[in-house]
C-alpha cells in the first residue's frame, strides 16, 4: 500500500462535533459559542444548531464542559492526550 501525501496529513474529523439531535440552539441556546475563546463555533441560523465554523481548536474544552445537553464533543488528539 503505498501513501500520499495527501493521506498523511488528512484529519479524520473535526476535533469539535456538535450531535444535532441534543443541541437547543434552536431553543435560543449559545453556550458553546459563548465560551469558545477562539470563536470558532457558530449557530446555523438555517438549522437552529451549532457547528465548528473554524478548525484551530486547543482543546481547551468548555464549549463540552458546559454544554447544557452534552451535544458538544471535543475529541482530543492521541497525542495530545
Partial sequence: ?????HDIYQRSNAPVTID???CIADK?????VDVCPLDLLAIDMSK???Y?????CWYCMPCE???PT???KVEIPYLLR
Fill in 70 to 72: 452534552g451535544a458538544v
Fill in 28 to 32: 435560543g441556546c449559545t453556550v458553546c
Fill in 20 to 22: 444535532e439531535a441534543r
Fill in 1 to 5: 500500500m503505498s501513501y500520499t501525501p
Fill in 48 to 50: 437552529g444548531k451549532a
Fill in 65 to 67: 464542559r458546559d454544554c
Fill in 52 to 56: 465548528m465554523q473554524f478548525d484551530e
